[in-house]
């Protein structure tokens, strides 16, 4: 049965930094594309970004270009999202996931980590 476990979110001031991981169990990770998305109160799922199986190709949403970096570790069965420049708005559950349909179709995903940014 395929597990994934994020970790890492947290509460911090805007324009702070944090960095997610997602360990993922039960099913080949180094072959699975992989995507984070996020989840604010009141509101539905958003693609935040997505890496392929090599960490060769990466892709992520205007919202978060240039300020957030996917990345994955295959010898550790971990994926990675490093949030700099962390805005009010960044603020939700993040939820990591293997990727159904390229680049943004999530599979499943995880139980999420909270990320909480204040003014």
């Known amino acids: 049965e395929a597990q994934l476990v994020e970790s890492g979110g947290g509460s911090v001031q805007a324009g702070g930094s944090l960095r997610l991981s997602c360990v993922a169990s039960g099913f080949t990770f180094s072959v699975s594309d992989m995507l984070w998305v996020r989840q604010a109160p009141g509101k539905g799922l958003e693609w935040v970004s997505s890496i392929s199986s090599g960490g060769g190709r990466t892709v992520y949403a205007d919202s978060v270009k240039g300020r957030f970096t996917i990345s994955r570790d295959n010898s550790k069965n971990t994926l990675y999202l490093q949030l700099n420049t962390l805005k009010t708005e960044d603020t939700a559950m993040y939820f990591c996931?293997?990727?159904?349909?390229?680049?943004?179709?999530?599979?499943?995903r995880g139980q999420g980590t909270q990320v909480t940014v204040s003014s």
């Open positions: 996931g293997n990727v159904r349909r390229w680049p943004n179709v999530i599979g499943y």
